[in-house]
């Protein structure tokens, strides 16, 4: 899929940038004062679903955006990490959940490695349908093996309650700062790869694998790796989802269409762009609920809910074709376009500011 | 404006807009609230329309006929589903903040899981009539959580004590052959080990034999079935996969009077895709169908002829999933009715309608009296069986409508409980929940 | 093994075969001129079904039906590809397929909008008693189900090898550039295959609708079309046949003398790997078409 080709040498303003300071500001707002006023709604209906949706999002943006593979089996390793960190902690109680959080994302990346293979002889939709394979097969495994789910006679498996350092994270803002901490922390370490000679060894392949392999890299290691590193941070996603959002687990839960959600995420969001990963969580997450509840308030009286609900269905759709058409570089493209027309006034400001 | 400048402003728009709404209204003294998280678009929009019609009919006749519970009136609103989970659990915390709240029914195994932990932090019923958790029939573990009527373990019961009834009594069951075509899913796996026991109990040899989700291409499955050629074949469907089965036994000529539903495959959604394929297949249900029954008269005449009854479509009045819509009404109004009595006639907080739920006790005189003769049995919930030991019925298809044609069998619930306490227990340590003893809540309540 | 059984189960396998090649030619079609895998394809066989059976139920004799539906889909594929997929030229392939996933909400929230969410039967007359033929049970609508697949099949050859379109389609397919160079209008090629595909959408429809009943769940078979179109190459229709035979073929030996040893239920995905495992022995595909490795 070579023609999936998004310049990224877009950011190259050294010091604190007006971007970097854009990031400073969201992350003071996303700690320090959205935790002060927001609301158990805003937390955990909201903003939890998001960042974890977005972190998903990002991890697949690594292989898709970056590396040029496609999958559309993301939410199986979503529900590898998620019963990978239920079962240490059912298994080894003892081990801090921390450690439970970094072995369930490496087992999810062992699982992506394996599933990762037939990257290494098909492209483009035969690759993107094989990794279906992974989808239906670490479901049906789930679903399958009882000892995953701890034998629990439903087949939903309640992880124990989040607790850090011993200390039971239960509130919804908690868990909520939690979520942002971890994802805050993987989003740092997922920038720091893509700026690496590495990150430029996943572009390179992606834009084209004949002259990545002549001047030096090892295209199949590569591929391996992007699917790794990918299947990692989709799985860090998958116990987040397990521990701080719904704290149950079940196989539907990582179906296909949570696959495609996250395929949205990271289209509509913009390929290869850190943020466009964020930027598409929140249209997907929030866009629905608020048409759901615009659709609600001022036509709630006339329709019936069905048809309600069904005409959302079809203008959901409309506005994400519209939306492919009007801006097929996605969100991120969007947002570049406005920054570059505000950054000439606010510089002065922030340069103001600094002195 | 550019195409993007216009999406942008529709975007902050709505993103506004919903903003805006976010605070909930509180409701006046005198109502009691219902938050319905409902589903009537995507793949199971059939059943949702069915059972919240139902139950929004029902409401509205009490509110209609009799001005409410004694004077307090019924409110409700619904939030979409979709049945999914998130969104689900989005409607919860949409929803929880307003005042009044009654209890939650989501009819959805998923979006009621993701529910316990909330709803015992917040203090509020949880309602799964038929399904859900069958560990939460131990109230003194679960004790916001009801699976009304019959959980998944007392239906498999219930559908073995059917089959010894239909060949002469349980000792005839020595020797023959069942099958059990399971959804691959948890809902689908749950009672292997129950009929495991059961298979044990009477000597009845057993395969069980799963069908991937969606279930519609179930070929190989059915050729198994027909080498194996069992006695009876049960059913434990969902969807789509229910008219495919039907539809492929007549393909492999297996008899379909031989083919018993359980209680998710049992709808008129279920068998009139199959066509002429489901004449005479039998599936257990826990309420009638039909609409002969008082209380479905009076809902025809004073809601709808109101011009606010919920179906759009009056065909389905009667139907499987509206008349479980309405059962599900009568016992959340009934626990009002009942809780009021202790509390008083006013708004009741969620903790005072579990208590109407763990005292809704519900004789045959009493379902007579509600209207709903023949509708349903009987209901009997105590703090300990939050199920109720409610009693299953059989109907038959016979091309255009469902007929009972059993009598109210009752499952065999004291052989289920020691299974059921142990999970119980079980979740209860895993969890630290305290174990109420209903000896020293019954004194002190 | 018993061999009657063992036959019957191959042959049950083959005829299943044919329904999921019925799904994967409408893919073929899209595939083959504008390179889109159309995960609408299922929705339109959704809406075709539906939007057929409702008409029925109304009273319209079937030939009725059949001629208002497939100007109704003709309609649609037209559409689709003249508003969405025209103005997404030269877009990435993934962004054309997100651009299909969302034409697929948007035709099934219209046909249930349409139509409403009730689900319904579809007669479409054949009596599916078994028939015996030498000691092995053969499904009679899955026999007619496959021969209505052979008679569509062989309109599509007649239509390629002899109609201008159909020629001007192979052009496309073999060298865009070059059919473009020559003055073919490629448009008219696009309309005219998005035409097909939606009457393609319209006999899978049929087909499938009275197999599994007309509801939502119908758009799912494009599940099992996907390792087909793995297994037989995106753009041959001879591959989508014979994709579908041999996938429809191991999905049941497999489940029914591999899956025991599993605990059975392993139909979901045992297609996908049977493909993919093909595929890493054989890179070149069914038809060794050379175009495996490419987009």
Redesign the interface.
């Known amino acids: 899929m070579s023609d999936i080709a998004i310049k990224t040498g877009r950011r190259s303003l050294p010091g604190l940038s007006p971007q970097a300071f854009g990031v400073a500001a969201l992350l003071a707002i996303a700690f320090g004062v959205v935790p002060l006023v927001g609301s158990e709604y805003l937390f955990d209906a909201l903003l939890t679903p998001f960042l974890v949706l977005s972190l998903a999002g990002l991890g697949l943006n690594l292989l898709t955006g970056y590396t040029g593979q496609v999958s559309l089996g993301s939410s199986a390793f979503m529900a590898v990490g998620a019963y990978a960190a239920c079962n240490l902690a059912f298994r080894l109680p003892g081990l801090p959940f921390l450690v439970d959080l970094v072995a369930a994302g490496v087992i999810a990346a062992a699982v992506g490695l394996v599933f990762g293979l037939p990257s290494l002889r098909l492209r483009g939709f035969y690759l993107a349908v094989s990794t279906l394979a992974a989808q239906f097969f670490v479901q049906w495994v789930f679903n399958k093996i009882g000892w995953f789910s701890n034998d629990s006679a439903s087949g939903i498996v309640t992880p124990p309650p989040l607790s850090i350092a011993g200390i039971a994270v239960t509130s919804p803002v908690g868990r909520y700062l939690f979520t942002l901490s971890v994802v805050v922390a993987v989003t740092a370490l997922v920038w720091r790869l893509v700026r690496s000679p590495t990150g430029s060894a996943l572009i390179a392949v992606r834009d084209h694998e004949t002259a990545a392999r002549v001047i030096g890299i090892p295209v199949l290691r590569t591929k391996l790796l992007a699917f790794a590193v990918s299947s990692f941070v989709i799985g860090i996603a998958g116990v987040l989802w397990a521990f701080a959002y719904l704290r149950n687990v079940e196989p539907a839960g990582f179906n296909l269409d949570r696959s495609f959600q996250i395929l949205f995420i990271v289209i509509i969001g913009g390929l290869a762009s850190l943020r466009g990963a964020f930027l598409g969580a929140a249209l997907i997450v929030i866009f629905p609920l608020g048409l759901a509840r615009l659709g609600d308030a001022l036509l709630g009286g006339l329709f019936d809910s069905g048809v309600l609900e069904m005409s959302q269905r079809v203008v959901l759709g409309l506005l994400i074709i519209v939306f492919l058409i009007a801006e097929p570089a996605g969100l991120s493209a969007l947002v570049d376009r406005m920054t570059r027309r505000i950054t000439p006034w606010i510089t002065p400001w922030i340069t103001a500011g600094r002195a | 404006m550019?195409?993007?400048n216009i999406?942008?402003r529709?975007?902050f728009g709505?993103?506004l807009?919903?903003l805006a709404?976010?605070p909930a209204v509180a409701a006046p003294a005198d109502e009691q609230y219902f938050p319905l998280q409902?589903y009537?678009?995507?793949?199971y929009?059939?059943g949702g329309?069915g059972f919240f019609g139902g139950f929004i009919d029902y409401l509205n006749l009490i509110d209609i006929r009799d001005g409410g519970v004694n004077g307090v009136k019924l409110t409700w609103d619904?939030c979409?589903t979709?049945y999914?989970?998130?969104r689900g659990?989005?409607c919860y915390?949409?929803q929880k903040?307003h005042a009044g709240i009654a209890a939650w029914n989501p009819l959805s195994?998923?979006i009621a899981?993701?529910m316990?932990?909330d709803v015992t932090a917040d203090k509020a019923p949880l309602i799964t009539i038929n399904h859900g958790?069958?560990?939460s029939t131990d109230g003194r573990v679960f004790k916001y959580v009801f699976p009304l009527l019959l959980n998944p373990y007392s239906e498999t019961s219930g559908i073995v004590n059917y089959i010894a009834a239909r060949e002469g009594g349980q000792d005839k069951l020595k020797g023959k052959k069942l099958v059990v075509l399971y959804h691959?899913?948890?809902?689908g796996?749950?009672t292997i080990?129950i009929y495991q026991l059961l298979a044990e109990k009477y000597g009845f040899s057993l395969e069980q034999?799963?069908?991937?989700?969606?279930g519609?291409?179930q070929?190989?499955?059915w050729?198994?079935i027909?080498?194996a050629k069992p006695d009876y074949v049960i059913l434990r469907g969902w969807?789509?996969m229910n008219?495919?089965a039907l539809?492929t036994a007549?393909?492999?000529?297996f008899p379909v009077d031989h083919i018993i539903g359980n209680v998710w495959s049992n709808s008129e959604?279920d068998v009139?895709?199959?066509?002429?394929?489901a004449k005479g297949y039998t599936a257990i249900t826990t309420q009638a169908s039909g609409a002969e029954y008082p209380v479905l008269q009076e809902i025809v005449k004073t809601v709808y002829g109101a011009g606010k009854g919920?179906l759009?479509?009056k065909k389905?009045i009667g139907s499987v999933y509206h008349n479980l819509g309405i059962v599900n009404g009568i016992l959340n109004v009934e626990a009002v009715r009942i809780a009021q009595e202790k509390f008083g006639h006013r708004t009741l907080t969620g903790d005072e309608v579990r208590w109407g739920f763990e005292h809704l006790k519900l004789d045959p005189a009493r379902v007579e009296a509600l209207g709903a003769k023949g509708l349903f049995h009987s209901i009997n919930v105590s703090l300990a069986n939050h199920e109720g030991e409610g009693r299953v019925t059989f109907q038959q298809w016979d091309g255009a409508k469902w007929k009972v044609v059993s009598d109210w069998i009752a499952p065999d619930w004291a052989l289920l409980r020691p299974i059921i306490e142990k999970?119980s227990l079980a979740?209860a340590k895993?969890?630290s929940l305290p174990v109420r003893d209903p000896a020293v809540e019954e004194a002190t309540n | 093994m018993d061999l009657s059984f063992f036959t019957e189960v191959l042959v049950g396998g083959l005829l299943s075969g044919v329904m999921y090649s019925l799904v994967a030619i409408g893919f073929v079609l899209i595939y083959k001129t504008s390179g889109v895998l159309n995960f609408a394809q299922g929705s339109l066989l959704l809406f075709s079904a539906l939007t057929f059976v409702s008409l029925i139920e109304r009273g319209l004799p079937f030939w009725a039906g059949i001629l208002i539906t497939l100007a109704a889909m003709t309609a649609i594929g037209a559409l689709i590809e003249r508003v969405v997929l025209r103005p997404l030229v030269n877009q990435p392939p993934i962004t054309l397929f997100m651009a299909t996933l969302g034409v697929s909400y948007v035709i099934e929230g219209a046909a249930q909008l349409l139509w409403g969410t009730q689900v319904h039967g579809l007669d479409l007359g054949i009596d599916d008693r078994p028939l015996e033929i030498s000691g092995v049970f053969v499904s009679t609508f899955d026999l007619f189900a496959a021969g209505v697949a052979g008679a569509m099949v062989a309109v599509l050859i007649l239509f390629f090898r002899y109609t201008g379109i159909g020629l001007g389609f192979r052009a496309v397919a073999d060298d865009p550039l070059a059919a473009l160079s020559l003055g073919l209008r490629l448009d008219r090629i696009g309309t005219a295959v998005w035409t097909a595909a939606g009457m393609v959408a319209l006999v899978a429809g049929l087909l499938w609708g009275a197999r599994l009943g007309v509801q939502f769940s119908l758009s799912l078979v494009v599940l099992k079309a996907l390792p087909v179109l793995v297994l037989g190459g995106f753009d041959s229709i001879a591959g989508a046949i014979v994709g579908g035979l041999i996938i429809g073929a191991v999905e049941k030996l497999a489940e029914v003398y591999i899956g025991p040893f599993f605990g059975g239920g392993i139909e979901g995905w045992i297609a996908y790997v049977a493909a993919l495992g093909f595929l890493l022995v054989r890179p070149a595909g069914l038809f060794g078409q050379k175009l495996v490795e490419r987009v």
């Open positions: 550019s195409l993007p999406l942008r529709a975007f709505a993103v807009g919903s709404l976010l409902s009537r678009v995507g793949p929009a059939a329309t619904e979409e979709q999914e989970v998130e659990v989005e915390k949409r903040s195994v998923g899981y993701a316990i932990d958790r069958t560990d691959g899913s948890p809902y796996k749950e080990p034999i799963e069908v991937p989700h969606p519609n291409e070929q190989s499955q050729l198994t027909r080498r969807g789509v008219p495919v539809k007549q393909k492999v000529g959604e009139i895709p199959a066509g002429d394929a919920n759009e479509d389905r999970s979740y895993e969890h």
